[in-house]
């Protein structure tokens, strides 16, 4: 899509708004979904993947130094990754903006 | 060679499928649409169609293989009825929104309860705003001449719509009738193959019927509301076409002995050749009355309403179905509201008749027309009238 589906005039919808481009599921923003969002503290991580684990939205990814981190463009809010740390190193705070 | 044969309509409708070259048909028989379908699985059991039969569990089932086969690219026919229609009735507007051309005859039939397996339109008329082409043919050859049409309507790639075909159940399926069966290489010069412009292919994915949120649903509805409405103009083309090269001519709206008229019956379906036995003996007594025919039901034909009643006093409109606990016949309410902003408009009448396959005689039109004609001058306090019922 070259478009921002904001952008687009039912002109340009295609024949039977079919989609040709695979995978364009990617572009949907379901970030702004969220109402609560997690915040992590870092220092109080051990690694052990439970948040990455368990996300049923597979937005967190293992970073360079192994820490995990949230992808806040698809992040729905949900508090899972935040009910599963042991460590409470996640905590889910209302999102004001 | 043009020689009239003596065939079921059921029958002459499946030998249009044939001729009409249809690649695909799946189907669920029921009651009257039984012999349609019958007859195309023995064209295909016998190898005179070369197609696809697919024997199916539900109409659900069928409709749903319709969509499969017709994005394949697949010239797909199917028929029903009654409770079959509204069985499919979710996967009808699939069908339409995902621009998929498939033609469906509707043997139309009264929808339960009480049970009848006999004719009136409730069930297509339950089914007006699934997004379909929807054509109504009031005998053998208009349901023959219409079918093959059908398939030109909505391949057209300006349309890419699904159509349905309506042949009052019994009344019209059932009957044997002179039918002048077109030559296999005219139809086949009239009706190109299929040119489905995005089949499903694996080396050229595309994702039909989609998610889409809020954002997009609105303009992805409107525009299959303007295809809907812009495949009026194809339609004309499409019949006009066919008139030039078979010599019958269809028309949205039709009309019949309209000349100097200032009531105006409006039918469709069936009705209309037994109304226009009544228009005559009206006629000969000196009754100022005529009779116009629906032909077209989605899109609704509003300029060619608006001219056939043009210069009319009062308009007449006769509903094979009834519309529970609403303003009156489908076709009368909208058609009523079709006139509601114009200056000049007729008295518009309502009536309803013919439910569950009841016959209204030449002598039930006359009376219709009598009270309605009463009812346009002198009003009632009824939304509209239903024919012939006991009291």
Same mark, same amino acid.
Request: charged share 25%; proline share 5%.
């Given at each position: 899509?070259?478009?921002?589906? !904001? ?6 919808? !295609? ?8 995978? !364009? ?73 | ?9 059921? #029958?002459? *409708? ?13 189907a669920y028989p029921i009651t009257p649409q039984t012999h349609i379908i019958e007859h195309l699985a ?13 024997p199916i569990e539900s109409e659900?089932?069928a ?15 199917t028929a029903t009825a009654?409770?079959g *229609? ?21 043997a139309?039939?009264?929808? /339960? /309860?009480?049970? /009848? ?8 008329? =339950?089914?007006?705003? #699934? ?5 109504? =043919? ?37 009957? &044997? ?9 005219? &139809? ?17 994915? $595309? ?7 809020? $954002? ?21 083309? $499409? ?41 005559? /003996? ?6 100022? &009355? ?5 032909? *077209? ?30 303003? +009156? ?26 439910? +569950? ?30 024919? +012939?019922?006991?009291?």
């Open positions: 899509m070259t478009k921002a589906e !904001n952008e687009i005039t039912w002109k340009e919808i !295609n024949i039977g708004a079919t989609v040709h481009e695979p995978g !364009n599921a990617s572009q949907y923003k379901t970030g702004d979904w969220r109402s609560n969002v997690p915040v992590v503290d870092f220092s109080k991580c051990i690694k052990c993947a439970l948040c990455y684990i368990f996300c049923p939205e597979g937005c967190i990814t293992k970073n360079d130094d192994g820490f995990f981190e949230i992808d806040m463009y698809y992040c729905k809010g949900c508090g899972i990754c935040a009910e599963e740390c042991p460590t409470d190193s996640i905590i889910m705070k209302e999102e004001k903006e | 060679m043009k020689q009239y044969v003596g065939m079921e309509v059921s #029958v002459a *409708l499946a030998e249009a499928v044939k001729l009409a070259n249809a690649d695909v048909i799946a023995e064209l295909v059991a016998s190898g005179e169609l070369d197609a696809e039969y697919i659900h089932s409709m749903s293989a319709c969509l499969g086969s017709s994005a394949v690219g697949a010239r797909t026919f009654g409770q *229609l509204e069985l499919m009735h979710e996967v009808l507007f699939v069908a339409s929104a995902m621009r998929l051309p498939i033609v469906m005859a509707v139309n039939r009264a929808v /339960s /309860s009480p049970l /009848s397996v006999w004719g009136d339109h409730s069930d297509v008329m =339950a089914c007006r705003d #699934v997004g379909w082409i929807q054509i109504f =043919a009031e005998n053998g050859q208009e349901v023959v001449d219409n079918a093959i049409c059908a398939f030109k309507m909505a391949e057209d790639n300006r349309v890419l719509l699904p159509v349905m075909l309506n042949l009052d159940g019994f009344h019209l399926s059932h009957m &044997v009738e002179p039918v002048l069966m077109p030559e296999q290489k005219a &139809v086949s010069d009239f009706l190109p193959l299929n040119n489905y412009p995005q089949p499903l292919n694996p080396d050229k994915p $595309v994702a039909m019927g989609d998610f889409a949120p809020p $954002v997009i649903f609105t303009e992805a509805k409107w525009a299959q509301e303007m295809s809907l409405r812009n495949s009026y103009s194809t339609i004309l083309e $499409v019949w006009d076409q066919f008139g030039k090269q078979f010599g019958r001519h269809y028309r949205p709206v039709e009309h019949y002995r309209t000349e100097g008229a200032s009531t105006l019956l409006l039918t469709m379906g069936s009705f209309s050749e037994t109304a226009m036995t009544a228009i005559d /003996s009206l006629r000969d007594e000196g009754c100022k &009355v005529g009779l116009i025919r629906l032909r *077209l039901w989605r899109p609704f034909p509003f300029s060619d309403i608006r001219e056939a009643v043009k210069g009319i006093s009062n308009l007449i409109v006769l509903d094979r179905a009834i519309s529970l606990g609403g303003p +009156g016949g489908p076709a009368a309410s909208e058609i009523k509201a079709a006139f509601y902003g114009e200056e000049n408009k007729p008295k518009i009448v309502s009536f309803v008749a013919g439910l +569950g396959g009841r016959d209204v005689t030449p002598k039930g039109f006359e009376e219709i027309i009598t009270r309605g004609i009463e009812i346009a001058e002198k009003g009632s306090s009824n939304e509209y009238e239903i024919y +012939g019922v006991r009291e």
